[in-house]
């Protein structure tokens, strides 16, 4: 019905930067809410940022400033922006949306993409 795919990661400097793009596929009238979490080796994943169809965006509060969600209705995609890596950065990174209208189904909540590396290395 709905698929996820993240691309973008992969091995950088610390101080470095990467963009994550993350592309809705399938029948797909509109996603409400599209968010990028991360999980880190040994940790639970957590949330990095969200950002509404409007616009509205929301940040962990220790990734403000460094990470940046926005994303393109049209083309449904959501991208995350991250600068001045930190080792403590590396993670999965995973694409999330929620409430998306899909033609003949109705609304979908909570789908998952299966994620895209990223290693800051020191």
């Known amino acids: 019905q709905v698929q996820l795919v993240e691309s973008g990661g992969g091995l950088v400097q610390a101080g470095g930067s990467l963009r994550l793009p993350c592309a809705a596929s399938?029948?797909?009238?509109?996603?409400?809410?599209m968010c990028w979490y991360r999980q880190a080796p040994g940790k639970q994943r957590e949330l990095v940022a969200v950002?509404?169809?409007?616009?509205?965006?929301n940040y962990a509060d220790s990734l403000k400033g460094r990470f940046t969600i926005s994303r393109d209705n049209a083309k449904k995609t959501v991208y995350l922006q991250m600068n001045n890596l930190k080792p403590e950065d590396t993670a999965v990174y995973y694409c999330?949306?929620?409430?998306?209208?899909?033609?003949?189904?109705?609304?979908?909540?909570?789908?998952w993409g299966r994620g895209t590396q990223v290693t800051v290395s020191s």
């Open positions: 999330n949306a929620d409430r998306v209208a899909v033609a003949d189904v109705g609304t979908v909540a909570d789908c």
């Open positions: 399938g029948r797909i009238f509109s996603i409400n809410v």
């Open positions: 950002i509404t169809a409007g616009g509205s965006t």
